[in-house]
């Protein structure tokens, strides 16, 4: 049975393609591919040396502001001074922050983009924790003390492999 690889890219429907544009090179620092304005499309990548588009806005977002439609959108991070550095940079930008957890697997900061959407930034550890779990964690301490908090908050979780 054929099977596939890895998720190649996620596109979302918006209102506001400037607005959703800026808000994903600043806050996310992602690098715009391609666009095509006349169409109303953006296309982003992380690592654009690696991969076009991992990431795609276009117009054409309809419905009420309040209706739901993307669960999530998660975007990995390689260190946790990284994450922290999320930490400090949705403060500054006013970004609206649903939570700050670990997950035992990874730590995570869940926030909104201008139109609703939730985003994650996480940063993945070395633990096997079942999912879902999630505690919150206090990211306005050093990073040495995040890391004693989430070690704290897993104690005595079974792991997958116990």
Do not use: C, K
Request: hydrophobic share 45%.
């Amino acid at each position: 049975m054929p099977r596939v690889t890895r998720l190649g890219h996620t596109g979302i429907f918006v209102r506001d393609l400037d607005t959703m544009r800026a808000f994903y090179t600043r806050v996310l620092g992602l690098t715009v591919t391609d666009e095509d304005l006349n169409r109303g499309m953006v296309f982003f990548s992380a690592r654009p040396q690696e991969e076009h588009h991992e990431f795609v806005i276009m117009r054409g977002r309809t419905g009420p502001a309040d209706v739901q439609v993307v669960q999530q959108i998660s975007w990995h991070v390689d260190s946790l001074d990284e994450l922290l550095a999320f930490h400090h940079l949705l403060r500054a930008e006013g970004v609206t922050v649903e939570r700050e957890i670990t997950h035992g697997i990874a730590l995570a900061i869940y926030f909104f983009d201008p139109e609703g959407n939730r985003i994650e930034v996480y940063w993945a550890t070395d633990q096997d924790i079942p999912q879902p779990f999630g505690r919150a964690l206090d990211l306005d301490q050093p990073a040495d003390a995040v890391l004693a908090q989430a070690e704290s908050l897993i104690a005595g979780v079974p792991t997958r492999s116990a």
